[in-house]
């Protein structure tokens, strides 16, 4: 597979640039025709996050002429710990003024194009159809699927990684030949069965590793050397260290790249991956246990109330900040009702409102007659109640 | 043989990250697994008892809906099993 970058005359390197990329000039697999390809290719990289920030760094240092960049979010203190193109003094600035800024801080000559928004079905196809190659790096699977689509529509190659605790997945997908994310995955899990990372965890070094392997996949692609990962998934254990690879196939009855695709425009991808809009209703009350709110829950303490919290996150959760409830960690409640009284009115409680309420639904199942899950958690009680309570 | 637990699925297999079975066929295998640790089935298999479509089980490195005899195919002491489920993580993590 190679990235035709088109049918143009390559672009000429300057005095400076045979100097800054004299490393790759005397690769035979780069060379002076490689660079010069480096330098008209244009490289879309969906999030400045975990992934996006090696991803964009090295693409950059590379010589890639422009790189595009998607992100809406702004720089938050517990993204530094992965995040490494954004610093302590960019907490609270816009990720992409961020990452522009260390970008044509490494390489001067690089084009940066910001698109401050969510890739979105009503988009995406506008923004993916001036690029060469795509890096998907975002978080949830509404985008990794809505990617996938518009990288097939408009025939745009996709270098794929996804990480989770010290985990990685990496591929290149949607390439002619090769198949898509919907050859391996026809469809998302239903939402709330896979932890995201800010409930698991993701080990910070982790998208480093893997974001690297994309950037490595991205120049292989527009080079057209070496062996790209197009049909191949590699997997990635940075607890054991080990790197496993598994064949991909393209599926002949794929519904995006398949013989006979059934989806041949970007669809509502928030409904495809089960996600619906909370209504008025379902925010005081879903899957018929009642959302409490923190400033209830404050309201109430300060009223004096008795009141029985159960906070069923793990240990170390709980020694970074807690609330006052009794600790039982969410695996353990079924062993631990005993610990539970029944007579009581029991508030369910862990860091974002996914866990308590999972635990909440088995306790009515068990027969607690009054059981009400804490909405937002104990992120919600820093942000509107006690920012002195510490976020993690 | 040996089956692969990928991360977001080892709370369910008592913490471990490869489990050994002495199974003959990669579906006996997965039997085995699931009545070892039960917590697992209904993250691998469908109220109707077939593999979730987001969850990707391989034979050593083949996908086994693409093997001939599915989860039918035979298996040795030497054969690796990998249960490959989707992962999104990647950006601001939130």
């Given amino acids: 597979m190679t990235v035709t970058i088109e049918n143009q005359t390559l672009p000429e390197l300057t005095t400076d640039e045979l100097s800054r990329y004299s490393r790759h000039l005397i690769l035979p697999e780069v060379g002076m025709e490689g660079q010069q390809k480096l330098k008209a290719a244009r490289v879309l990289c969906v999030g400045t996050g975990g992934l996006g920030s090696p991803l964009a760094l090295y693409l950059t240092a590379a010589g890639i002429g422009t790189l595009g960049l998607v992100d809406f979010d702004v720089v938050d203190a517990s993204n530094l710990q992965r995040q490494i193109i954004h610093s302590t003094r960019d907490i609270g600035r816009k990720k992409l003024d961020s990452a522009e800024e260390k970008l044509i801080a490494l390489n001067p000559a690089i084009h940066i194009v910001k698109h401050e928004t969510m890739l979105s079905s009503a988009n995406a196809l506008d923004i993916l159809k001036d690029y060469d190659i795509v890096a998907d790096g975002t978080d949830n699977f509404p985008t990794r699927y809505l990617v996938n689509d518009a990288c097939v529509l408009l025939g745009k190659p996709n270098a794929y990684g996804s990480i989770f605790r010290f985990e990685g997945q990496a591929s290149v997908f949607a390439t002619k030949e090769g198949p898509c994310y919907r050859c391996l995955y026809p469809e998302p899990p239903p939402p709330g069965l896979v932890p995201s990372c800010a409930e698991g965890g993701v080990l910070g070094i982790l998208p480093g590793l893997v974001g690297v392997i994309q950037a490595t996949e991205v120049i292989k692609l527009i080079l057209g050397k070496g062996e790209s990962l197009v049909g191949r998934l590699l997997l990635v254990d940075a607890l054991n260290m080990r790197f496993r690879e598994l064949k991909l196939r393209k599926n002949p009855e794929c519904p995006v790249c398949g013989a006979n695709p059934t989806i041949t425009k970007l669809i509502d991808y928030q409904q495809f991956c089960g996600i619906v809009p909370e209504s008025k209703e379902e925010k005081a009350m879903k899957n018929g246990i009642p959302q409490m709110t923190v400033k209830e829950l404050k309201r109430r303490k300060d009223a004096g109330e008795d009141l029985f919290i159960l906070d069923v996150r793990e240990p170390f959760e709980y020694q970074i900040a807690q609330i006052g409830g009794k600790l039982i960690p969410l695996n353990d409640v079924p062993q631990r009702l005993n610990e539970i009284p029944r007579e009581r009115e029991i508030i369910v409680q862990c860091k974002s409102g996914g866990r308590s309420q999972r635990v909440a639904e088995l306790l009515k199942q068990q027969g607690y007659p009054s059981v009400v899950n804490l909405a937002g958690g104990i992120l919600a009680w820093s942000d509107e109640i006690d920012p002195a309570v510490p976020k993690y | ?94």
């Fill in chain 2, 1 to 94: 043989m040996t089956i692969f637990i990928p991360t977001p699925l080892r709370p369910y297999a008592g913490g471990n990250g490869t489990l050994e079975v002495s199974a003959k066929t990669v579906g006996a295998a997965l039997a085995e697994l699931t009545t070892a640790h039960p917590d697992l089935r209904k993250h691998l298999f469908n109220s109707e008892g077939t593999l979730r479509s987001f969850v990707n089980v391989y034979l050593n490195d083949d996908d086994i809906r693409y093997l001939p005899a599915k989860e039918a195919t035979e298996v040795s002491a030497a054969d690796t099993l990998s249960i490959v489920p989707s992962i999104a993580g990647g950006t601001g993590c939130n």
